[in-house]
């Protein structure tokens, strides 16, 4: 197989992968019965020229488009709010969700409010789906290779009220086509290729070892985490490696649909610190990774080796594991404390509580307690440091 020719995949939705398939949007959209999509990014993707080259092929193609890119790096309730308020105000009949994890995060809570008049938390992922619901088609255009986000209408939004992210979605609401175009992955510095690229793998590593028999969720794990260690080094090191841009993007979908499982303890203690101090969400993952997966070690016994053969390792016990999660992790830049990218050292017992309210905490391997998850990011905040 290449990763630089077209492909047309039909699981879990309709998937158009390959370079330059940002040309074909247009007859996406109409296909999805949108003659006036909103597209929805975040902030820092709003100047990128992706959107410009995205609003030119929906002109040419006769389509009518406006942009919204008031999306924060941490999506907010009131953004979405006002996203919805530009649906209704320039009758838009869809949504494209383009951007990294944020921009198309913002974009499907949009398309979940847009045509309903209820509160954005009714579509909380443990709340009984509301059933009266109306959803106008959604197109998404992810431009990191990480969140993987783009089959599923799950969105990470942060209640301002509350201070809390919540995971919103509704089982009707599934993207009409994702678009994977590695071309729109290429401007992408090395730092942020490494950190979402962290977050796609350790989707694939927290679905993988969620508990459960479900074959689908776990093949596409192994096979995301195979493609994803081998290709985010490269990715990393040669920006412009339009065939790592590709195995990472395919890589990352396949992480992305993994997590319908179910994530761990990484997420749900990252979705915390990222409401509370803006941090970036791979990155946030990445630096809590090796805690978790030492402390998730005991009932995880008989998902690393698949794991570390995955990842083409010749040793398949779990210190052989861990010592190379973190050996890459150090290869692509990532830093050992959460003090190093900016949490204080005092919110351990706080962030903890609050970790265990968040669904991925639900699914983590090995069972939780308030002062077991505060033990794991005290771990995770610099050791010289008296806490
Ligand atoms: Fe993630």
Known sequence: MSFLDPQDWTFPVPIAYGPGRLAEIASLCEGAGMRNPLIVTDRGSASLPFIDTLAAHLAKGGLKSALYSGISPNPRDDEIAAGCKIFAEGGHDGVIAIGGG???????????????????????????????????????????????????????????AQGVKWCVWHPDLKPACALLDPELTLGLPPHLTAWTGADAMVHAIEAYCVPGFHPLCDGAALEGLRLVAHWLPIAVAEPGNLEARGAMLAGSCLAGIAFLKGLGLVHAISHMIG??????????????????????????????TPMAQAMGLASTDFESFHAHIEAMLRQIGIPKTLSEIGVPDDCAARIAEKALKDSAAGTNPRPLTAAEVQTVIEAALPKDTPL
């Open 102 to 160: 944020s921009g198309m995060d913002g974009g499907k809570a949009v398309a979940l409010m847009a045509l309903n008049d209820l509160p954005l938390w009714d579509f909380e992922f443990e709340q009984t789906p509301p059933t009266e619901t109306h959803f106008p088609p959604l197109i998404c255009i992810p431009t990191t290779a990480g969140t993987g986000a783009e089959t599923e209408s799950t969105a990470m939004i942060t209640d301002t």
């Open 275 to 304: 409401a509370e101090y803006d941090t970036q969400h791979g990155l946030t993952n990445a630096v809590l990774l090796p805690e978790v997966l030492r402390f998730n070690a005991p009932n995880i016994d008989d998902k690393v």
